[in-house]
């Protein structure tokens, strides 16, 4: 094993380690425990989809100042984010949310009217800002570790979509097949995990380079926690019925 063959295989372990640790977060544990009501669903629903949107804005951000091959990376990872997949009959991301919420008793209409939280505004900035004003290889830590840490294949006890899915089908009695939403992500999640470390494969070079991966990494990883908790937060005044 060389010198870099090791450094990427101790950088892989270290962001599946740490990916696994924050379902450990207060966070994450108090979005997790608070019992689902068909309000609170929608609520997250609307929260998810601007951060959906948000996200394709910060991986068109890193692509723009990427390498050529890595771009290609990010065209091919966000063809089915934005234009859906025929072969498996799939809308884009944002419209599967919009259709995943209707099983909860929200509207298409009614959807497009709601506004995300002041929580929510501040976390999907915050993710702006960090793909935007950090360097490529930084960015793409912060786009790649969300999909490390929604990956059933890495995440011991399944990733948050999967985990939100079971929470539905429990708590409410919504069957998967009326989480489109949910399906996707778990479906592709374990392919898109891999896209950080295959960037990693072909660009890093040094330890400042694994540094500026796990920078990425702990950033958005906060972002998220701030996000689930303000979310977790609001959910919990909510009545519980």
Known sequence: MTKLTKRLAELEIQLHREANALFKSDQYRKLFSTRMTRKRAQFYM????????????CWASVQARAPLDVKKMIWHHERDELAGNEER??????TLGVMEAKSVGLSAQAFAKRTPSE??????????????RTPWLEGCAVLGALEIANADGIIRGGGQSHRMADKLVKELGIPMRRQPSNIEHIALEDG???????VAGHHVKSQDDCDKIMSGAHKTWAINKMWLGTMADTMARMPNK
């Not at 009959?89 to 944002?94: I, L």
């Not at 898109?192 to 295959?198: D, I, K, R, Y």
């Open 89 to 94: 009959g799939a809308a884009d991301h944002y």
């Open 46 to 57: 609307v929260e998810r989809g601007a951060f959906v949107m948000c996200r394709r804005g």
């Open 192 to 198: 898109h995990s891999e896209f950080l470390m295959a």
């Open 119 to 132: 929580g929510t505004l501040v976390c999907t900035l915050a993710w702006a800002q960090a793909a935007d």
